[in-house]
Nanobody, 126 residues
Framework: VQLQAFGGGLVQAGGSLRLSCTAS????????MGWFRQAPGKEREFVAG????????KYLDSVKGRFTSSRDNAKNTVYLQMNSLKPEDTAVYYC????????????????????WGQGTLVTVSS
């Protein structure tokens, strides 16, 4: 599956952004989706995961209550709504796909995800 993420940009602290990731080439509903980020000088980290059904989600502790992942299988798109952004959220954000048999499983960590998008830069100014 090919992935393309977009929606990044420059926002002030406390602001909001919504990232989108569109998939093509395979049946989108067969994939759990994940969001990851990599800040300058740091390793890439898991941010959010959403199951094939959209009913199960998982989040990095530091974004819980601020970020929400959702998906629209009819549009082959997954979203990451980011509210109350902080300067430490500044990073390149990546979407990724994991082929899963379970419709309600949202993988955590990089290893289950076999397909990756190109990344979109989010910059949060203080």
């Amino acid at each position: 599956v090919q992935l393309q993420a977009f929606g990044g940009g420059l926002v002030q602290a406390g602001g909001s952004l919504r990232l989108s990731c569109t998939a093509s080439g395979r049946t989108f509903s067969n994939y759990a989706m994940g969001w990851f980020r990599q800040a300058p000088g740091k390793e890439r980290e898991f941010v959010a995961g959403i199951s094939r059904s959209g009913y199960s989600t998982k989040y990095l502790d530091s974004v819980k209550g601020r970020f929400t992942s959702s998906r629209d299988n009819a549009k082959n798109t997954v979203y990451l709504q980011m509210n109350s952004l902080k300067p430490e959220d500044t990073a390149v954000y990546y979407c990724a796909a994991s082929r899963e048999d379970s419709v309600h499983y949202a993988p955590v960590g990089e290893s289950p995800y076999g397909s990756w998008g190109q990344g979109t830069l989010v910059t949060v100014s203080s």
